[in-house]
């Protein structure tokens, strides 16, 4: 839209300000450009719906490893304080026995009070990262950082149980994943006709009025009120540089296609590979919690016989410790089991 009013201060002040002209060009065909730019940003806005439900899976993933992560250090925790009360049962029954009448050596209270003290230390930092995880967790959640909150333990079987039947692979081009592709490749058609559409020549509609008219004899501006409608055409045409951009679009497009292909396949392969993990990880899960069953009953048995001197430090040390790890190994599992379940149904979306 065009607005013209005087052209010098001298008519400004002796005629008034106001309008000499107005006109608009109004484009009737431009060879699709328009109309493919608007298809062109609903598909970008679709694209970043598709994204957005993909990236829940970032925070999800966050929230799941700061939970099993808080589990696994309050277990931690649980298990160094049984460990420490049996070490001070026994640096204190050593301790009685040396000052008595020293039947045995000073190194072995020694070597207990310095495994006593590695327990309490190992305890100090098990507290401060089960704390430290719970926190990220509230904060995920979107909780106050100092609200009690008791977690569970987790169960498998009942995780399990609540999907239901997990579902079977379908047509990957229906998932968000393959719609996600296919969005990539309407962008890159629409890029193509957009690039085209300087090969057309533009039609359009130039309504005006003018109000005002000078007259070239008295130098003094005359009413009018005189109203045109134009339509005209013109064409622009870049040679070189407009075949140019076609070539390379024709050419991303076609790469955007073969892309799609390819990946839509990579979507059914990765759909087929998470549930035969899903699967395992499964079965991994059911058993590692009857070796971990099996470990706290031999822990049990281990710190009777400890108390009784029927084990030496060093043996009911390696009991605990295998008790520690199989503990991490367990929710390490049933995290990689819940992330992996995730992961399959935001492909499966």
Not at 31 to 58: C, D, P, R, V
Not at 265 to 274: A, F
């Amino acid at each position: 839209m065009t607005i013209e009013s005087e052209n010098d201060w001298e008519t400004a002040k002796n005629e008034g300000f106001g309008f000499e002209k107005i006109e608009a060009t109004i484009p009737l065909f431009q060879g699709g450009k328009m109309m493919n730019t608007y298809k062109k940003s609903k598909s970008e806005l679709e694209l970043s719906k598709a994204e957005k439900i993909l990236a829940i899976y970032s925070w999800q993933e966050a929230g799941v490893d700061a939970y099993f992560s808080t589990l696994n250090y309050k277990k931690q925790r649980e298990i160094t304080d049984l460990t420490i009360a049996a070490l001070q049962k026994q640096r204190n029954r050593l301790s009685g026995l040396y000052k008595e009448n020293k039947m045995i050596a000073k190194s072995e209270v020694l070597k207990v009070e310095a495994d006593l003290e590695n327990n309490r230390a190992l305890n100090f930092e098990n507290a401060q990262k089960e704390r430290a995880y719970k926190e990220v967790l509230m904060q995920l959640l979107g909780y106050d950082l100092d609200r009690q909150v008791t977690l569970e333990e987790f169960n498998t079987i009942n995780y399990l149980n609540s999907l239901g039947d997990i579902k079977k692979v379908k047509n990957p081009k229906d998932t968000t994943l393959g719609k996600k592709e296919s969005l990539m490749v309407d962008l890159a058609e629409y890029d193509l006709k957009i690039t085209k559409a300087d090969l057309y020549p533009v039609v359009y509609i130039k309504p005006s009025h003018r109000f005002k008219e000078e007259n070239l004899d008295t130098n003094k501006y005359e009413t009018v009120n005189e109203g045109r409608v134009e339509l005209g055409i013109t064409y622009t045409f870049a040679w070189g540089a407009t075949l140019d951009s076609v070539d390379q679009s024709e050419y991303k497009l076609d790469q955007a296609r073969i892309m799609y292909d390819n990946n839509i396949q990579g979507i059914e392969l990765d759909m087929r590979n998470k549930l035969g993990e899903i699967e395992s990880l499964a079965g991994q899960s059911e058993a590692q919690k009857k070796r971990l069953e099996l470990l706290r009953e031999n822990l049990k048995i281990d710190n009777l016989r400890y108390d009784n001197e029927l084990v030496t430090t060093f043996d009911y040390l390696n009991s605990v410790n295998q008790l520690r790890t199989a503990e991490e190994d367990y929710y390490k599992l049933q995290r990689t089991l819940v992330l992996a379940v995730i992961e399959y149904e935001n492909l499966y979306k």
